[in-house]
């Protein structure tokens, strides 16, 4: 049986939830914006929790949502030639993944799958790029990307 990806649509984080907007100051993406934009940003964003063995993205998707780690760890996966998944990192709490679909919006190449249960915030990339235009401070997370 495929593991299932646990989300409640119905549970947005609200600009003034704390722990999304600490989140996103902790991340290493997001170091360089001020609290004026972070609190916007946070209001765009929600909480997902993803079973063990879930897939948090999955290669050959395109990319529309970029995710925090909050906790757990995960697992990012290539396929190889012969078909068969290849380990290539593992990711922790404060960490991002699908960020560079800011910049390139072609299928995402590796797969990342929850090892054990992950709790993760989730940003639409074109939330995110509405927002850069009207706070400049958003602007250096391209940059570092």
């Known amino acids: 049986m495929k593991p299932v990806e646990v989300r409640d649509p119905m549970d947005p984080v609200q600009a003034d939830d704390p722990a999304a907007r600490q989140l996103l100051h902790t991340?290493?993406?997001f170091t360089r914006c001020d609290a004026d934009a972070l609190h916007p940003l946070a209001g765009k964003t929600r909480w997902l929790e993803h079973a063990d063995g879930a897939d948090l993205v999955r290669e050959?998707?395109?990319?529309?949502n970029m995710l925090i780690m909050e906790r757990g760890q995960a697992l990012v996966l290539k396929r190889g030639a012969n078909g068969h998944e290849h380990l290539i990192n593992r990711l922790g709490p404060g960490e991002s993944i699908g960020e560079m679909g800011l910049l390139d919006p072609r299928p995402r190449p590796p797969t990342v799958r929850a090892e054990g249960p992950v709790r993760s915030l989730e940003l639409p990339l074109t939330d995110f790029a509405q927002l850069a235009e009207s706070h400049p401070t958003l602007v250096p997370v391209l940059i570092d990307i």
């Open 27 to 29: 991340c290493g993406l």
């Open 60 to 64: 050959g998707d395109f990319p529309q």
